[in-house]
Every structure is written in C-alpha cells, then in structure tokens.
C-alpha cells in the first residue's frame, strides 16, 4: 500500500478524504512510526494556519496609493495646448528660417541697403551657407530644442 502525500492528508485533516483514503491513512499510522509522527507535525501545522487570522492591508498603505494617484491625477490635467507650445515654436522658427532663406535668395537689388547686402551676398559662397551654414543652425536648434523639451518633460509626473 503506497503512503499518502501531503496533499491526501491534508484532506483527511480537513475531513474530505475518501473512505479508500482514510483507510490507507489508518492503515499507515498503525504500521509506521515516522509516518505517524509526519502525520502529528501537520495535523499540530494545520491547527495553527486554522487559528491564524488573516491579515488585511494597512489602511495607511491604501491611503497612500489613493494619494498618490489623485496627485498624479491633478498634475496631468494640463490643456492641449499647452503640451503643444514647444513643438509650434519650433515648427514656427523652422517656417521662418526655410521663408528668410527663400527670400534672400530671390530679392532683386532695388536700393543702397539692398544692393549692399546682395553685394555681401556674393561675396559667400553659396554653397557654404547650404552645406555649413543651414546644417549648422539646424544642429544648434534641435539642441535648444531638445533640452526645453527634455526640461518640461521632466518637470511632469
């Protein structure tokens, strides 16, 4: 006769075993002395977890969690809008740049002023301001760009 697992005496301490089952129980606690002082130390194991009483979460921790999540809460009520305000300055500083370049390069000498700066105009190379230049300020931007974003962004919850 094979002996009971913990799982089948478990059931016989809890009065669900089969009579196959408690048969096999008796059977082994008259034979067995190690199995009977087994069977001693879980019965003692199962009466304790029977008068413990379970424990329920501290009301400070629930609160604190409700807390927390209403503070989160309040801090992501910002508008749209606002969210945005970065990304139209930027969008509205790259507008105006790509618009200055395209107009300096088509103005037509019509007074001194003008026919001054077309003359310093000339004197760049056309292709330093494309290839230097534009990259250049753009690099600059984007970094300006990045770290007030990087700045808001770390300010929110």
């Not at 048969?23 to 009466?47: C, D, I």
Request: glycine share 4%; hydrophobic share 40%.
């Amino acid at each position: 006769m094979q002996q009971l697992n913990d799982d089948e005496l478990f059931e016989v301490l809890d009065g669900t075993a089969t009579d196959e089952l408690q048969q096999r129980h008796r059977y082994w606690l008259e034979t067995n002395a190690a199995y009977q002082e087994y069977f001693t130390e879980l019965s003692q194991l199962h009466h304790d977890l029977e008068m413990m009483h379970l424990e329920s979460p501290s009301m400070a921790f629930e609160n604190n969690v409700i807390r927390q999540w209403a503070s989160e809460k309040s801090l992501s009520k910002r508008s749209v809008p606002i969210r945005w305000i970065p990304f139209l300055f930027i969008g509205t500083m790259l507008l105006l740049t790509w618009v200055g370049v395209y107009i300096l390069g088509d103005t037509q000498p019509t007074n001194l002023w003008t026919e001054q700066l077309k003359g310093w105009n000339q004197s760049l190379n056309p292709t330093l301001i494309q290839q230097v230049l534009l990259p250049l300020n753009a690099v600059l931007f984007l970094l300006i760009a990045e770290r007030i974003l990087r700045k808001r962004l770390n300010q929110e919850p």
